[in-house]
């Protein structure tokens, strides 16, 4: 009878151990699709070409927008702009003075109103002719159809000088702005993935300087079944899981961002809640970084 009991108390206990093991391996598959950490990288180019005299950057250094990096060599452009900018005042510098051309023709006119004036008085006198004053009418006439004539054509010459010069005003400001893009700043906030360019050397426009990301927020990509697919939403709240290895696992949690409309095949790397499933949708899932998080590791989901 003892080792009845015995044995029934042993059987028990070889169950609740089973059920243990079983409930534990669970655990480790209790989620429902994993992926790996990504980030939205960013491949930085040189927008002139020069030699590059500074570049004060290193992989893994968080830069801020607007931070200066360093400088591309604009010895040649500035030079250039000092170029254009002297043929502008030697062309500007031809643009006749108006106002002095005019004064001669002004001060005879002048003259002839100062004596028609004097006329008009003697000839209510009867000192002076009509005809006299017909002469004094008919100059003055001519002396502003003169300063009208010559201002016009003052006015011309002086517009065609100005036009001439603004192309050159146009070149200058493009060497202003490629002078503001030999100064290197950071386009925006992030983490300096990959350096590819060094101090003295040769770059030229759209050469690549360096790799960037924001880290702040990291990204997971994963895949779900379409039965899944279902059950999730833009904005909705899930439950992210991150390996650190020697099974150390951090939680976060995360918001899926992006849901794919397509489908595609299981990549060989992911695993999903049916193993069986050849179509998959990807999903994104937006999760705070910690600074534990990094571009590559796995990670897995469990939805809420």
Known sequence: MKTLVKTGKLIALSIIICQLSISCGGNKTAYDASGSFEAEETVISAEVAGVIRQFDIAEGQVLAAGQAIGYIDSTQLYLKKKQLQS??????????????QLSALQSQLKTAET???????????DAATPKQMDDINAQIEVLKRQIEATKSSLDISSAGISNDAEPLQIQVEQLDDQLAKCRLTSPQNGTVLAKIAKVNELTAAGKPLYKIADLQTITLRAFVTSAQLTQLKIGQSVNVFADFGEKQTREYEGTISWISDKSEFTPKTIQTQDERANLVYAVKIAVKNDGYLKIGMYGRVKFN
């Open 87 to 100: 043929q502008i005042r030697s062309l500007l510098g031809k643009k006749p003075n108006i106002a002095v």
């Open 115 to 125: 004596e028609r004036a004097r006329l008009e008085k003697l000839v209510a006198g």
